[in-house]
Each structure stands twice: as structure tokens, then as C-alpha cells.
């Protein structure tokens, strides 16, 4: 598959759309497929960044003139030149593609039109925004979005935080995070406000909280800041205050620090990936969702630019106060998995595979009935570890308890073109990096391949934790299953299938 990301970094865009294409990028490589980059020659660009990350770089067409953004949201100034001219100058650029994503405040359904029936290629949007595309996929990794928030007829919505674009780092670095705990007496404080910073809104929060807290602080800033030479001095000039220009492991930093104060862009969802505690600091328009959603699930506490002076300590302190329920809150909204999810969804879409399955996240009240019902069913009770019929109310009590653990995974296997849920698969955490799996199927759809494309995708998802099954020796079917599914069988009830990679 050849895939091209139409996308821009410059002084006003800032650095957050390269750096999450980049993300799923990488992990298209690792699965065998063509990637390249075609970006605008702006100020501040980041194509020779791509470029040493290893892809290929197609510079498009310089635009005439310099635009400049009349306030934050002036989305339509991020494209210096009119959409039809860049969506030809990409075509001409590009010539071929299998896939393009776009991932522009600028670019939506007119050059989704252009380039799709030029290069009869899928589009794929990666949006904030609730735009209008004319998409294959819609990828909007917001906490709190819905599928029905986009008019998109047609295109594949992968709405929420489950697809958050983090790279394999945070995924790797998730189990440890599950049991980190609070260096209560010394915390470690990081600040990283994102690549530009252009309000200095890093300087703002270091005068406000340096001298009255007894921390060691991290500031994570890039020299393409405008406020990048001033910051570093401070940060020279004060004891327990260590500055960095650029980390190429940013889970381990997150992962050595214990708070966390930045703007809501995407490093959002790698602090809740690792349960981070975190001060939010909105810059632009479009963070303001986010910041919403994370304090809405208690995950985060806001405080405005303006406000920085006046309640940033008081925000420390309660953040040191409700450490433990904020790193909880923090786990339950991202898991680091979402470019896994992602991939798989690109990989159907480019083969048009209608009748395959997906793995959704169960949620909803009806997805509790309907596990009731499978569960319920004399050919599911035959072969079930535990043959007692559970009562509605100890159904509901267990499984309303799995939906909020924080250590396991409840999916619904559900029908790709029909959208009808077939079974539910579970990942119940035993111990770091071990889960025990466990299938239901629908009993009328005992046969049909449901629980093997279920494991496939399991595999594709989580590739690097151990997998434990435990199968009754008179459940011949589900031997068979696992045995498939290349488990390896340890004694008459127990398999087992050890990391992929």
C-alpha cells in the first residue's frame, strides 16, 4: 500500500499534526507498506525532520506570498494559496497514491474531491474539528467524540480516544504506569507546552510555581519557539531546573516525571496513557474541547493564561492532593493502542474487506443485555468455566465493573458492513504484561469464524503482552480455536500464545 500524508508544520501551525502523522507512519512501515510526505516550504517547517525520521519528502510548490493568521482559529490562512491550486500541485507532485491522508485545518472536502477522482485513491481525514471531508476514514482521536458528530455519509468514523496516535513507546510503557506511584516529598515536574509556545505561556508557569514549591522541574522546549533563548536562560539560572530542546523517547520522560503542566494537544492523551496527572494550559482555539473532556472525566485541571499568576499553585496542590484519582482517571481514557486500531481499520480499507469484523469497545447498557442473553444461552452455560447461570443482577454488577477497570479490555466483535455485534472478547489483566482471554459468540453464529478473526485481531492490537487461555478438555470446538490461532497448548485445559514482537 502507498500511502502520502498531505500535511504542514510551520511558526502559526505548529509542530502536532507531523509529529502524529509521523506516529502512524512508523507503524505503517512496520507492516510492510510505502510512506511518503508532501508538505508546504513554510517558516518553521519540519521537512527535513521527516526526512531524517527516514521518509521521503515531496515539497509542493512554495506558495506566492506569506499569509498572516488573523487570530488563533483562522484555519483557511494555514494554506497560503487557494485549495484547488494546492490539491493539483499535490497531484502533480505525487502522481500516484493507494492512500491519502490528510491531516490540515486547511484541506477538507473540495481537495478531497480533487485529488480522490484524479488518483482514484481512498482518502483518509485525520480531524479536531468536526469538518467536512469527502473521506473513506474520518480518524478524530478527541476524548468524547462520536461517530454522529460528522455528516459523512459513506466514510469510516474512528471517533475517541481509543485511536489517539501515540507511538509504540506509550503502549510499551503502559503496564509500568499501571503501578506508578507519587514521589510525594521531592515531585517531578515537567513542562512542555508543545514545539512553539508562542504566548511563553512555559516562562509564565516556571515564575509562578518555581519559588514556592520544593519540586525538580523538566522544561521541554524546541528551538523554534520565539521565546527559546529567554526560557533557556531562566532555566540555566535556577537550582532543580533542567532544560531539554528535544526528546526522542518521550515516554520515559513522562514516565520519570510526576505531574505534568501543558497545553491540551495531543500530548493529552500519551499523559493519560501513562496516568500523569496534569495542569492544563489551553493556547489555541482548538485545544478548547479537549481541555473540556479532561476535566469533565476528572483527568485534569484547567487554568488559563491569564489565570497562571493568580491559581497555578493552588492547582498544584490539588493535584498533589488527588494524585491517586487523577492517575486513575488519566488510565481509563487511553490505552497507547490507538495507532494499532488505526492501522488494521487502513489495512480493510484498502483491501475493501466489507465482511470482515472490528473490535469496538463495550459501553453501552445494550451491550451489558446482550452479553446477558449469549451468557444466558444453554450452549454457551455447556461449555463455561463456571456452568451456574449468573442473575441479572450479577451480571450487571461484574460486567459494569469490567467496563471501568482500568487493567482489562471488554470488546464487542462486531460485523464490518452490517454493524451487528457478534460476541464479546475480554483481556482480563493476571499480572504485568499477562492477560487471560475469553470469548462469547453469539450463539447463532456458533461456526461462522467470529471468535478466530476475533484472536487475529487481538494478536494485531496487542502483539506484545502474553495470552492465556483456559479451555474445559470437553470444549472440543474452542481447542480447536486456539490450536488455529497458534497457542501453544501448556496441559489439558491451558494455552498459551507468547509476544509476537
Not at 485549495?83 to 481537495?111: G, L
Not at 458492513?417 to 460476541?423: A, E, I, L, Q
Amino acid at each position: 500500500m502507498k500511502v502520502v500524508f498531505r500535511v504542514d508544520a510551520s511558526v502559526w501551525i505548529g509542530s502536532g499534526h507531523v509529529m502524529r502523522c509521523l506516529v502512524l507512519a512508523d507503524e505503517l512501515v512496520s507492516h510492510g507498506h510505502d510512506v511518503s510526505f508532501a508538505c508546504l516550504p513554510l517558516e518553521g517547517d519540519m521537512r527535513a525532520f521527516i526526512g531524517e525520521r527516514g521518509f521521503n519528502v515531496i515539497t509542493l510548490t512554495a506558495p506566492d506570498q506569506v499569509v498572516k493568521l488573523a487570530h488563533d482559529a483562522d484555519y483557511a490562512a494555514w494554506l497560503p494559496k487557494p485549495i484547488p491550486d494546492d490539491a493539483h500541485d499535490f497531484i502533480h507532485h505525487v502522481h500516484a497514491a493507494d492512500v491519502v491522508v490528510t491531516d490540515h485545518y486547511a484541506i477538507e472536502k473540495q481537495w478531497h474531491e480533487i485529488v480522490r477522482a484524479r488518483l482514484n485513491c481512498k482518502i483518509v481525514a485525520i480531524d479536531d474539528l468536526v469538518r467536512t471531508h469527502c473521506a473513506d476514514m474520518i480518524i478524530d482521536q478527541t476524548l468524547g467524540r462520536q461517530a454522529s458528530d460528522y455528516q459523512a455519509a459513506g466514510a469510516n468514523m474512528l471517533a475517541g480516544s481509543d485511536y489517539a496516535l501515540l507511538s509504540r513507546s506509550f503502549s510499551r510503557q503502559r503496564e509500568c504506569a499501571l503501578s506508578r506511584t507519587l514521589a510525594r516529598h521531592d515531585p517531578r515536574v515537567l513542562v512542555s507546552m508543545g514545539g512553539v509556545d508562542a504566548p511563553n505561556a512555559t516562562l509564565n508557569v516556571l515564575e509562578a510555581l518555581y519559588p514556592h514549591v520544593n519540586a525538580t522541574f523538566t522544561v521541554l522546549l524546541s528551538p523554534r519557539a520565539p521565546h527559546y533563548h529567554e526560557v533557556k536562560q531562566w532555566c540555566s539560572n535556577h537550582d532543580n531546573v533542567n532544560h531539554v530542546d528535544f526528546v526522542t523517547d518521550m515516554a520515559s520522560l513522562m514516565m520519570s516525571h510526576d505531574i505534568a503542566i501543558g497545553a491540551p494537544g495531543t500530548t493529552s492523551w500519551e499523559r493519560a496513557c501513562l496516568g500523569l496527572p496534569n495542569i492544563l494550559v489551553p493556547l489555541a482555539d482548538n485545544q478548547k474541547m479537549v481541555c473540556e473532556q479532561l476535566v469533565k472525566h476528572h483527568a485534569a485541571i484547567k487554568v488559563t493564561l491569564d489565570e497562571i499568576p493568580t491559581r497555578l499553585l493552588h492547582a498544584y496542590q490539588t493535584i498533589l492532593n488527588r494524585w491517586e484519582a487523577l492517575k486513575a482517571a488519566n488510565l481509563a481514557l487511553c490505552d497507547g493502542r490507538g495507532v494499532k486500531r488505526v492501522v488494521f481499520e487502513l489495512e480493510q480499507l484498502w483491501r475493501d474487506n466489507v465482511n470482515s469484523y472490528r473490535l469496538e469497545r463495550a459501553s453501552s447498557q445494550q451491550d451489558i443485555e446482550l452479553v446477558y442473553q449469549w451468557q444466558c444461552h444453554p450452549n454457551t452455560r455447556k461449555y463455561a468455566l463456571n456452568p451456574s447461570t449468573p442473575t441479572w443482577e450479577q451480571h450487571y454488577e461484574w460486567m459494569s465493573a469490567k467496563l471501568h477497570a482500568i487493567n482489562d479490555y471488554f470488546y464487542m466483535i462486531v460485523e464490518r458492513y452490517s454493524g451487528k455485534k457478534m460476541g464479546a472478547i475480554r483481556l482480563d489483566r493476571l499480572r504485568a504484561e499477562h492477560y487471560l482471554v475469553s470469548i462469547f459468540v453469539d450463539p447463532t453464529r456458533y461456526g461462522k469464524g467470529v471468535g478466530a478473526q476475533a484472536l487475529a485481531i487481538i494478536d494485531l492490537i496487542h502483539p506484545d503482552v502474553t495470552v492465556h487461555a483456559t479451555v474445559l478438555k470437553e470444549n472440543i470446538p474452542s481447542q480447536r480455536l486456539f490450536q488455529k490461532a497458534c497457542y501453544q497448548q501448556i496441559d489439558e485445559e491451558t494455552y498459551i500464545r507468547q509476544p509476537i514482537q
